[in-house]
């Protein structure tokens, strides 16, 4: 069990939640309260994934009804800025017409077949077009999904058991990934889960992000075991942690030195740092990557894949098993299609990354005239403020921050119609269906949340 994610306490929600006497009047939850207990009484938590459960910042989540470009609106008719963007995926803004007409017209012909489609190729090439080290993929359910399977390659390809991974990066429910996972299991934290048996964590190696030195001293101890090394490329599960130089360079280099595999988990980053993903915006290439999130275009879809020689170890042209009776929906694969030919037609990767600047700035700004202590780092339209004293490179800085404050910060933005990831370790994500203006009203909001003492 490891003592930083198991140092972090929940905090009782009376000490995080306060409605403020400066509130909007019309920011309404009835009817989200009242969907929250029906919940409750059915799935655990209320929710079906743990983040959803607002725990990490206290009070009680917003029931969504619908959502338009930059929008939620929620059941009680507030609507929301939203920075969450479904925790990745909706990259062009919420139900965007190119996409919803492509589900539409799928479904049309039929919702699954368990036969194989040319959806499922034309998808593929449009990821390998973008993804250049991707020369096979498989395609796969969730990004969960993606990274057992990659796991599980790696060690079918090398015959060796170990694989390396950093504190604060999370790759899924994986249970040999699960130990100090980063995401809902960090904001909650959750250290080693229960159920994860001890010799699964056993072959799991944890080291702090962007520490080469211990990378390079497991690699000497550990080297001929290794089956490979997992990383998320820019940290998003931890809030946004972009890779030191030389980091991902030492990875690459130490992999290739000991014959182990080099898989960039880039289920949040694919399609969002940039069209090729963090490797393309870093220029490491990986052996293995694992997608999901915007690939998907917001429909139940993840990949795995890379160097063809690895991929076609898979069953059934290899002897590594994996398999899925929803592998390639037509749906999926028709979201996930054309979510990726706008992305390469419109390019918005100019305009993120200009927004990402502004929200940056801003945020900086409006903490810095209140201040309070902060560190705002991005990688284009991924960002977070963290509420701490210096920079955070890996998980013993980012568990340094002032969670409490972050829980305020959180409820008051909500309570100005601004929806921000909902703890203070996961990554804003902007979309291209924001505005400038609409950045500035984030930026007005926080200035307000900031200065008034609210946080
Ligand atoms: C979200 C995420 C996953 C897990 O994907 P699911 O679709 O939730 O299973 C894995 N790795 C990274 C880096 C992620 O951000």
Redesign the pocket.
């Known amino acids: 069990m490891d003592e930083h994610l198991m140092s972090f306490q929940h905090l009782p929600t009376s000490e995080i939640y306060r409605v403020t006497t400066s509130t909007p009047p019309s920011f309404q939850q009835k009817r989200s309260l009242a969907a929250f207990e029906r919940a409750c009484k059915l799935m655990p938590g209320g929710v079906n994934?743990p983040a959803r459960a607002f725990g990490a910042v206290g009070g009680k989540p917003l029931f969504i009804e619908r959502a338009s470009g930059p929008y939620l609106y929620d059941l009680d008719g507030n609507r929301l800025i939203d920075y969450i963007g479904s925790?990745?995926p909706m990259i062009l803004g919420h139900a965007h017409p190119a996409v919803i007409e492509a589900i539409v017209k799928a479904a049309e012909r039929g919702t699954s077949y368990g036969a194989p489609t040319e959806a499922e190729s034309e998808l593929a090439e449009l990821v390998v077009r973008c993804v250049p080290s991707i020369e096979k993929l498989r395609l796969v359910n969730?990004?969960?999904?993606?990274?057992m399977s990659a796991i599980r390659l790696a060690r079918g390809a090398t015959g060796r058991d170990k694989i390396i991974k950093f504190a604060g990066?999370?790759?899924?429910?994986v249970d040999s990934l699960l130990v100090s996972a980063g995401?809902a299991a960090a904001s909650l934290g959750v250290p080693d889960s229960p159920g994860v048996t001890e010799g699964t964590s056993r072959d799991t190696i944890v080291l702090e992000y962007n520490d080469v030195d211990a990378l390079r001293a497991a690699f000497d101890q550990n080297g001929a075991e290794l089956a490979g090394l997992i990383l998320?490329p820019v940290v998003?599960?931890m809030g946004c942690v972009p890779p030191q130089p030389g980091f991902l360079e030492a990875a690459r280099e130490l992999c290739t030195k000991h014959g182990s595999v080099l898989i960039f988990?880039?289920?949040?980053?694919g399609f969002r740092v940039s069209l090729g993903g963090a490797q393309e915006r870093f220029g490491i290439t990986p052996d293995l990557t694992?997608m999901?999130?915007i690939v998907g275009g917001g429909l139940?879809l993840?990949l795995y894949g890379g160097r063809a020689d690895l991929m076609d170890q898979v069953i059934p042209t290899g002897k590594v098993y994996q398999a899925g009776t929803l592998s390639g929906n037509p749906l999926a694969t028709a979201a996930g299609a054309a979510t990726l030919r706008c992305l390469l037609d419109e390019s918005p990767y100019q305009h993120l990354e200009q927004l990402g600047q502004q929200l940056a700035a801003g945020l900086g700004q409006a903490a810095s005239r209140a201040g309070i202590a902060h560190r705002v780092q991005r990688v284009g339209s991924m960002l977070t403020l963290f509420f701490c004293d210096q920079p955070v490179h890996g998980w013993q800085q980012a568990d340094t921050c002032d969670r409490a404050r972050f829980g305020r910060y959180f409820w008051g933005l909500i309570e100005r119609g601004v929806y921000m990831p909902c703890s203070q370790f996961e990554a804003l994500f902007i979309s291209a269906a924001h505005t400038p203006q609409m950045i500035e009203q984030t930026i007005e909001a926080a200035e307000q949340v900031l200065a008034t003492g609210v946080a």
């Open positions: 994934s925790w990745g969730s990004g969960t999904e993606a990274t990066n999370y790759h899924g429910h995401s998320e998003g599960n988990d880039e289920v949040m980053t694992t999901g999130k139940p993840g």
